[in-house]
């Protein structure tokens, strides 16, 4: 089991940058595939992004390709979210979620989630 503590999250103008860190427990870390969801008021938790052990090995959501940026420091046991040219529809409550099966790009994991951060982008 991993413990997940996700950090970064904010208030940010529309076209503005934000950078989350989801920080790990556990020396296995470097082992777990990576992805982080966010869940709007109302709305259906949704992929965002994944990573597996580089960031070679990484894909995205449709709404954020371009803009979102995954990567990971596995001496840190770090994961991130780089996040540029924020929209209002990227906000919502950010979580970061560990899983040694992930299931196909874009599907919701299972595995060990964290308490999530939230963002706000203002218009």
């Known amino acids: 089991q991993v413990q997940l503590v996700e950090s970064g999250g904010g208030l940010v103008q529309a076209g503005g940058s934000l950078r989350l860190s989801c920080a790990a427990s556990?020396?296995?870390?470097?082992?777990?595939?990576m992805a982080w969801f966010r869940q709007a008021p109302g709305k259906e938790r949704e992929f965002v992004a994944a990573i597996k052990w580089s960031i070679s090995n990484t894909c995205y959501a449709d709404s954020v390709k371009g803009r979102f940026t995954i990567s990971r420091d596995n001496n840190k046991n770090t994961v991130y979210l780089q996040m540029n040219s924020l929209k209002p529809e990227d906000t919502g409550v950010y979580f970061c979620?560990?899983?040694?099966?992930?299931?196909?790009?874009?599907?919701?994991?299972?595995?060990?989630w964290g308490q999530g951060t939230q963002v706000t982008v203002s218009s």
């Open positions: 979620v560990a899983d040694l099966n992930p299931p196909a790009c874009g599907r919701l994991w299972k595995g060990d």
């Open positions: 556990g020396r296995t870390f470097p082992n777990y595939p």
